[in-house]
């Protein structure tokens, strides 16, 4: 618990508008019963203090059964919060659900997209227009097929996340 009240400390406007008892209490036991220790709840509550205010039973059970439907189970899910603790503010159905939607038309199967995204959480926050489609289009320009693409992603999940100007085509012309 010293790790949370620290936590609060560098992060005093927990303390101001969220109510001990209906904000910060249950969220972080809820973090705990996921399989969290006390310093993976602060370094998450540090990485995104708003999760403190999201609402746990219309934002972060439904993200959570959401990926444990995928094939994720609890301990898993705790590591990708603790790695990238914004995962549980992205809109469930504007964000996360065409992210994997995409990946699955690519050619993935739950168990691809369940290790690509708990290796790389991060990729859940990464633009379709901006990061995924133009570096598959640049694959597939290689000769690269929809199924080797989907293995390179489950491979290698940063990929989807290196400039194609200054890292991937330069290796390539090398």
């Known amino acids: 618990d010293s790790q949370v ?7 005093p406007q927990l303390m101001g508008s969220l109510s001990l008892e209906e904000n910060l209490k249950p969220r972080v036991q809820w973090l705990k019963e996921l399989g969290m220790d006390n310093t993976q709840v602060a370094k998450t ?21 959401w990926l444990k439907e995928l094939g994720i189970d609890d301990s898993q899910v705790a590591k990708m919060i603790t790695k ?5 503010g992205v ?10 939607q995409w990946l699955k038309e690519l050619g993935m199967d ?18 379709l227009e901006e990061n995924f489609k133009p570096r598959v289009q640049w694959l597939k320009e290689l000769g690269i ?3 080797q693409v989907a293995k390179a992603i489950t491979k290698h999940p940063p990929i ?15």
Do not use: H
């Open 84 to 88: 990238f603790p914004s995962l549980m």
């Open 110 to 127: 739950n168990s691809q997209v369940a290790k690509t995204i708990t290796t790389l959480p991060q990729l859940m926050g990464f633009s």
């Open 91 to 100: 809109s469930l159905e504007g964000n996360l659900k065409p992210r994997v």
């Open 160 to 174: 989807m996340g290196y400039s194609l100007e200054e890292i991937l085509k330069p290796r390539v012309q090398w």
């Open 145 to 147: 097929d929809d199924s």
């Open 5 to 11: 009240a620290k936590t609060i400390a560098k992060f």
């Open 45 to 65: 509550i540090m990485k995104f203090p708003n999760l403190m205010s999201c609402s746990l039973e219309d934002n972060l059970k439904p993200r959570v059964q």
